[in-house]
Nanobody
Framework: QVQLVESGGGLVQPGGSLRLSCAASGTVFTLYVMGWYRQAPGKERELVATITSRGSTNYANSEKGRFTISRDNTKNTVYLQMNSLEPEDTAVYYC???????????WGQGTQVTVSS
């Protein structure tokens, strides 16, 4: 069973930055594609970015250039660096792990990001 624990959320002013972290345990980290998703109030959960074990990344169009996903396979941790944050980025951010072969998905509990002045 995969356990995912997010951290790093909080309140930030527009234009500010945050770095989210997600620590994985209970599995072989490199067997998983890791991702960040977010869900704003009243909206469906949406993809933010994903990263393979070798570091190949994929971003939703609106986050390109502002967000950077990375992972440290030695620490079983995936990160999301978010810059130039906008009020529209306010959401609960979820860490996701998808097994490369079985495609089984695992989710963290989520961390709240609020962008407001």
């Amino acid at each position: 069973q995969v356990q995912l624990v997010e951290s790093g959320g909080g309140l930030v002013q527009p234009g500010g930055s945050l770095r989210l972290s997600c620590a994985a345990s209970g599995t072989v980290f490199t067997l998983y594609v890791m991702g960040w998703y977010r869900q704003a109030p009243g909206k469906e959960r949406e993809l933010v970015a994903t990263i393979t074990s070798r570091g190949s990344t994929n971003y939703a169009n609106s986050e390109k250039g502002r967000f950077t996903i990375s992972r440290d396979n030695t620490k079983n941790t995936v990160y999301l660096q978010m810059n130039s944050l906008e009020p529209e980025d306010t959401a609960v951010y979820y860490c996701n792990a998808q097994h490369m072969l079985s495609k089984n998905n695992y989710w963290g509990q989520g961390t709240q990001v609020t962008v407001s002045s």
